[in-house]
Structure formats: C-alpha cells, structure tokens
C-alpha cells in the first residue's frame, strides 16, 4: 500500500522489540514532520518542549509469535489508534484496504490482500436541447449522409 494515505485519528507511536516468542516488523510510521508529545494535560503542544519525540515515528506493526506448537505461529497486527477502522474512517482513502488487507494476512489469506479499484464516478453529460438535437442529428442524419454520399462517389467513379 505504498503511496495510499491512510487516517490515524489520535494516534500514539509504538516501539517495536523483538524477543525469541516473537517477530516484529513495522508496517508504516507517521511523516518526518510529526511529533509526539507526553504532556496531554496542555490544550497546545510545544514543538520546543525538549521531551517531545521528533517524526518519523511508528504507527503500526504487525508481527508473528510462537504458539508452542510444532509448524504453528500466530499472527498479530498492533496499531496506534483503535479509531481508524471505525465506520466513520473507513471510507478514508486506504483505511478500508488497511482493514480488510489486515484480516486477510491475520487469516493467512495471503493470495486475498490487494488494493482495491476506486468505485466509478458518476459521469453525466448535461446539455441543453440546441446540444442535443445537434448531437443527434449529428449521429443519425449528418454522419450516415456522408458515408452514403461518399460511397455514392466511389462507386460514381469507379462505373
């Protein structure tokens, strides 16, 4: 999903240790002009404030640990907000393919994670009646005449 935008709304950032249980990789992180800030009882955040964390930082990791079992993992998807999959920030850009695209890898569905087509926009031509009634005498009257006018030549010639 490189290049699709995705909406974090309240987001936190997230450090990612391996242990010998588990394996993590980071799937995104925030842009370089973020910042993170441990003071929430400030309505204003400081980007002076020497304790703020400076961008690019994670937002989502996705991971696979031990089960115990032998040829057995699980899978595991971490993410900053729990917000972004909501109804109201499903339809943003590529949160529903991040969601869906999730599941998918968390089922071990691997052949169903793809981005989907955008829906296909409603197009409408809106004319007057002059555009068209020259459309259509355009296409049934004026076009047919000149394929049988010519036609009419070469066979004039041709004779």
């Known amino acids: 999903m490189r290049g699709s935008a995705v909406g974090f709304p309240l987001s936190r950032s997230l450090d990612i240790k391996n242990t010998d249980k588990t394996s993590v990789e980071k799937l995104f992180d925030s842009s370089s002009s973020s910042l ?16 703020n964390r400076k961008g690019p930082l994670t937002i989502a990791a ?8 032998q040829n057995s993992q699980g899978r595991f998807v971490v ?6 999959a909501a109804n109201r920030f499903l339809g943003f850009n590529g949160n529903g393919d991040l969601a869906s695209n999730a599941v998918n890898w ?6 169903l994670i793809s981005i989907r ?10 004319m007057t009646r002059a555009q068209l009634n020259l459309v259509r005498a355009t296409s ?3 076009l047919p005449l000149m394929v ?3 036609g009419t030549l070469v066979w004039w010639k041709r004779r």
């Open 140 to 142: 049934q009257f004026i």
């Open 117 to 126: 087509p955008k829906p296909q926009e409603d197009r409408r031509i809106t």
């Open 79 to 84: 993410t900053g907000s729990s917000s972004w």
């Open 62 to 69: 996705a991971g696979t640990y031990n089960t115990g079992k």
């Open 36 to 51: 993170a800030t441990s003071n929430l009882s400030s309505a204003e955040v400081s980007v002076a404030d020497p304790n």
């Open 148 to 150: 049988v006018v010519a």
């Open 106 to 111: 968390l089922s071990s569905d691997e052949d």
